[in-house]
């Protein structure tokens, strides 16, 4: 048995899952404090889903527990149902009814009671931005708007916590940063979330991240934190030659890692001076150079700095 102080909507220890001889999740520890916007971020089978599917009670775990609300995902797996709202990657809306259709529908799956309903489907049509469109069917809405219809009915029974799987995978930039802007809002109306993304970019966005891969954790804290964490001096080199220019530095003393970024270089050197070494020495080259300057680290450079590569220079897998 474990139990969590009432700070923490979600108390998680030592929480597995293994399927068969895979081990999806390993060992996993956290918490997330009431208010509290949690991202647990990594790349595509990193554990994400399967960690907040056992935290909503879908998957029982193999070892270890989980508290929501104090109650055991283990233990009393349904009970824990009516304080969560959950939104998987693909969310169940019934493409061939309207927006104010499916809002109805999963009132009555929730047992929203009549008085209170109609006034909770006006408030989240409001803050999603959906009341233009509330008689278009789901099914002729963008990526983005099904988002947003998909938040809208996972939190039509007023839930203290909500689990997002990915919300914005596969969602363009603006209805991305949409999508953000009513997840602070939620945060004002007292609502804790964990969410997952592959984008490490929007780690930037939570206020504590756990850094996933392979199943386990291999970092948490605030995004500044983890931005300390990454040592050395951090410099942005753009170029139409990434690949050569890469090629050239990835081999120069003093340079601890390279990371392409679009057309752009970050390269990770011990100190000041082997950048400005490398700085003199590209200007020689003949290579196209746009821009280089210091920069500080992005989360993504953390990620990568904690994962050792080989094979392209990209990582000599040294300590931060």
């Not at 797996?77 to 529908?105: C, S, W």
Request: neutral net charge; aromatic residues 6%; proline residues 4%.
């Amino acid at each position: 048995m474990i139990s969590s102080d009432d700070t923490s909507v979600v108390y998680a220890a030592h929480l597995s899952k293994k399927f068969g001889q895979r081990e999806a999740v390993n060992d996993l520890t956290f918490n997330v404090a009431r208010g509290e916007l949690f991202g647990l971020v990594g790349p595509d089978g990193a554990g994400k889903t399967t960690t907040i599917r056992m935290l909503a009670g879908i998957l029982e775990p193999s070892d270890g527990d989980a508290l929501i609300d104090g109650i055991s995902v283990r233990d009393q797996p349904e009970a824990i149902k009516e304080h969560i709202a959950y939104m998987p990657q693909r969310f169940g809306l019934y493409q061939d009814l309207t927006v104010m259709e499916n809002l109805t529908f999963y009132a009555d799956l929730f047992g929203v009671s009549k008085k209170d309903r109609a006034p909770r489907i006006d408030q989240l049509l409001g803050f999603s931005r959906l009341t233009p469109f509330k008689t278009r069917l789901a099914g002729a809405l963008s990526g983005g708007m099904k988002q947003k219809l998909g938040l809208a009915c996972a939190l039509i029974h007023s839930p203290r916590l909500l689990l997002l799987d990915e919300p914005t995978n596969g969602v363009d930039p603006v209805s991305r940063r949409d999508f953000w802007k009513i997840l602070y809002e939620l945060l004002k109306q007292g609502i804790s979330i964990l969410v997952s993304t592959a984008y490490l970019d929007e780690a930037e966005r939570t206020a504590r991240v756990a850094l996933l891969h392979q199943g386990r954790i291999i970092r948490l804290g605030t995004p500044e934190q983890l931005k300390q964490l990454v040592k050395g001096h951090m410099v942005e080199i753009v170029s139409e030659n990434v690949r050569d220019i890469k090629q050239l530095v990835s081999v120069m003393a003093g340079v601890i890692d390279v990371n392409v970024f679009g057309d752009a270089l970050h390269v990770r050197f011990r100190s000041s001076e082997d950048a400005q070494q490398t700085r003199d020495a590209l200007q020689a080259s003949g290579l196209n150079i746009v821009s280089m300057k210091s920069i500080s680290p992005a989360i993504e450079d953390v990620f990568l700095s904690l994962i050792p590569r080989n094979g392209d220079g990209a990582s000599r897998g040294e300590p931060m």
